[in-house]
């Protein structure tokens, strides 16, 4: 199993400015994904963090918006850029070996005022 | 994008009895998914079934699948005021390394 740390766990925002969430994974892992749950909804995809190279974006997400960093096998930044109300969300991490068993973060509680 | 729909969106039982969601999804699966999330925050895994499974157990939690209908469904059995939660079923697509969250159900167990 993987221990995933959010950080933060949750944050109030101004709308334009940008906040940074990190994800640390307590071993190494293939594959790391970042999803958005707006209020009372589902999980929404919103990209693969790719190891050393550009993250692989979900239709309806730009790098623009959502830039994703991944340097090494343990550890990702999602960056919320140019916030807007629309934005506040919780965002989670998900990281695993397989799709067939990913751990997830607690989240980052996220609202833009 | 999400995968599909679950049913019922809420869901509010006494402790005791049982609890039965339902999930429908559209594309071809290698295999399907529940997950569990107490108060909007991390899930958790609660039982996979692969797309050549039609039955699967785990204790009290027992997830059918039937892939001619794109359905599966997840009963608790003598649910708990504990198992208090969102459920959310989730599929992998045939050539894919994707997980693809269903639209969940609210679970409410009364004490």
């Known amino acids: ?113 | 994008s999400q995968q599909g729909e679950e049913d019922p969106q809420a869901l509010s039982i006494q402790e005791g009895e049982n609890a039965t969601m339902n999930c429908s999804y559209k594309t071809s699966i290698n295999n399907l998914q529940w997950y569990r999330q107490n108060s909007g925050r991390g899930l958790v895994h609660l039982i996979l079934i692969r797309s050549n499974e039609r039955e699967k157990h785990s204790g009290r939690l027992r997830v059918t699948l039937d892939t001619s209908k794109k359905s599966s469904s997840l009963l608790i059995t003598a649910s708990r005021a504990a198992d208090t939660a969102s459920y959310f079923c989730a599929t992998v697509e045939d050539s894919s390394y994707k997980l693809i969250f269903g639209s969940g159900t609210r679970l409410l167990v009364r004490p």
């Not at chain 1, 909804?41 to 790098?63: M, R």
């Open chain 1, 1 to 113: 199993s993987a221990v995933i740390s959010q950080k933060p766990s949750r944050d109030i925002c101004q709308r334009g400015t940008s906040l940074t969430i990190q994800c640390q994974v307590d071993s190494q892992v293939t594959m790391m994904f970042w999803y958005r749950q707006q209020p009372g909804q589902s999980l929404t995809l919103i990209a693969t963090a790719n190891q050393g190279s550009e993250a692989t974006y979900e239709s309806g997400f730009v790098i623009d918006k959502f830039p994703i960093s991944r340097p090494n096998l343990t550890f990702s930044t999602l960056t919320v850029s140019n916030m807007s109300p629309e934005d506040s969300s919780i965002y989670l991490c998900s990281a695993g070996e397989s799709p067939e068993k990913l751990f997830f973060g607690s989240g980052t509680q996220l609202s833009v005022l």
